[in-house]
């Protein structure tokens, strides 16, 4: 083999068969030459990022779309499970139990294929595969916030539900206008939490073949084979609607903060 | 003889095998102030909580206005409620809402009142004991004895027939136990009927109708404040009534 004296014409900057290091090339490193490898295709990444962009933001929507309709959900059922399993029948309370531990208990990807390919199927309901996205991930995060309303109620004094009753309130108005504005607003730091968990775990719907952020990562990586950037871009997304979302809620939780209740922190 | 707008019979209630009351029983007559007086653990708290049923009396009958009181049925135990007022040791204020809204839910959520006509009526109560300018205040923004007559308030505003207080300024600081005193002595001048648990025995004898002694769950010896404090008959309500005499100092 010819030696010669750097990068030939042709050949590209970083690309290790062009280019010949001779003894100072350490041989012991092999993956040295793959970091010259990956900035060597930056611009190339880049490209594929900004054409499927595009694409992948529309995905974010649908992303969205599926987070807040599945809180929402959550947070309908939630509410009153919490309210329940504090102050319902006994009878009642075990069933919220069980109905806590079973959807916490299950994991998501089961739920959803159990939900849409079994249910779906075996009982022929017409569902679309982003209507079982947020109905599953709904009932999951219901269990969850349902303990975090719960604790909220629990931390309340209990002169609170007392003084509710005493002026003649049944415990329906009790809990519906004393307890939960309460304990609502004491949820919002952990429900920030549920946020950021429901968003995260929203890119598992991508295997019922909802078209969010994943997916559209996903479909686009095999076609183009460009992975890394794909994945990358698709990773940055999830991490800016996490930003925003829980920043949201910081915010919400600083307007609907009771002037001299809570200690303001930080 | 008058009939009594509140009659208690043979109140009982348990916790466990600790009998916390043994069959308390009276009557309380239109504009009377009950005081009820006893040690700690005497039965006080929750013979005033089983009369508007915050707690579960085990036996016992309740007549209000010649009317028995139906506490299982929950319609006639929230009308029963709303015509007994209660004021708590610790104020419980409710902490999400204003002075003003505090006074104003009952009226607004339980009777049904509009929301303008409620807050003519709270700003009325919130007059009367003279918290006008801090209406507008959270409970977390007012001092305790700025909160006892919030809650005062928001009892009135209801239009009760009775008014329960247990020991409503035992966590006031000595400087705040007037002005709750004051709204409190303007009630019983106006002929509201009350029964009161306390440790100010001056306050207590200075307005009361009757005292009512307590211990250990049973009501011991009552009379009037005269005869509670200087001349009673059991040893035990005399040795109570000298010790707490020299704690809340001279009565007056």
Redesign the interface.
């Known amino acids: 083999m010819e030696r010669k004296p750097g990068p030939v014409g042709g050949a590209s900057l970083f690309s290790m068969k062009d280019r010949e290091y001779g003894d100072t090339m350490p041989q012991k490193c092999p993956h040295i030459p793959h970091v010259f490898k990956v900035i060597e295709r930056m611009p190339e990444s880049l490209i594929a990022i900004m054409d499927a962009l595009p694409y992948l933001l529309q995905g974010s929507m649908v992303t969205l779309v599926v987070v807040v309709g599945a809180m929402g959900l959550g947070f309908a059922l939630g509410a009153p499970l919490a309210a329940g399993q504090v102050y319902g029948h006994p009878a009642l309370r075990r069933f919220i139990a069980v109905y806590v531990w079973f959807f916490r208990g299950i994991p998501l990807l089961v739920f959803l294929f159990l939900f849409y390919f079994g249910l779906c199927t075996a009982f022929d309901i017409n569902l679309s595969a982003f209507a079982v996205a947020i109905i599953v991930l709904g009932l999951i995060s219901s269990a969850y916030q349902s303990q975090i309303f719960r604790g909220a109620i629990l931390s309340l004094p209990e002169g609170q539900f007392k003084a509710a009753r005493a002026l003649g309130m049944s415990d329906f108005k009790a809990i519906s206008f004393i307890i939960l504005p309460q304990a609502l607003r004491l949820s919002i730091p952990g429900w920030s939490n549920e946020y950021s968990i429901l968003l995260k775990d929203s890119a598992v719907t991508y295997a019922l073949g909802v078209a969010e952020i994943m997916a559209r990562a996903h479909f686009v990586a095999t076609r183009t084979y460009q992975h890394l950037p794909l994945y990358f871009a698709a990773g940055v997304i999830f991490l800016v609607l996490t930003w925003v979302g829980t920043k949201g809620l910081r915010l919400l939780e600083e307007r609907a903060r009771i002037p001299g209740y809570s200690p303001k922190g930080l | 003889m008058t009939a009594p707008i509140l009659r208690i019979e043979n109140i009982s209630k348990r916790y466990g095998k600790k009998d916390v009351l043994k069959g308390a029983s009276f009557d309380v007559l239109k504009g009377d102030l009950k005081i009820l007086i006893g040690p700690s653990g005497a039965g006080k708290s929750t013979l005033l909580q089983c009369i508007?049923f915050?707690v579960k009396p085990d036996e016992g009958r309740i007549w209000l206005d010649e009317q028995e009181v139906h506490y299982a049925h929950?319609r006639d135990l929230?009308?029963?409620?709303?015509k007994?007022?209660?004021i708590?040791q610790?104020?419980?204020?409710?902490?999400?809402l204003t002075a003003l809204e505090n006074v104003r839910?009952?009226m607004v959520?339980?009777k049904g009142m509009g929301k303008a006509e409620a807050g003519e009526r709270a700003v009325m109560e919130l007059e009367r004991v003279g918290l006008r300018e801090h209406m507008q205040?959270?409970?977390?923004?007012l001092s305790g004895g700025q909160k006892q007559r919030v809650?005062i308030a928001?009892?009135l505003a209801?239009d009760p027939k009775v008014m329960l207080l247990d020991e409503p300024t035992s966590a006031l600081d000595p400087e705040l136990i007037g002005e709750v005193h004051a709204v409190i002595r303007d009630l019983g001048n106006n002929g509201m009927t009350m029964i009161m648990a306390t440790h100010q025995i001056g306050f207590a004898s200075s307005l009361a109708s009757e005292i009512v002694f307590m211990e250990d769950g049973r009501i011991l010896e009552r009379g009037t404040p005269d005869k509670i404090f200087n001349h009673a008959e059991n040893a035990r309500t005399r040795e109570f009534c000298s010790k707490i005499t020299e704690l809340y100092g001279e009565r007056g």
């Open positions: 508007n915050l929950k929230c009308a029963y409620r709303q007994v007022g209660m708590f610790d104020f419980n204020l409710f902490d999400h839910i009952g959520r339980v205040k959270y409970p977390a923004q809650s928001r009892a209801m």
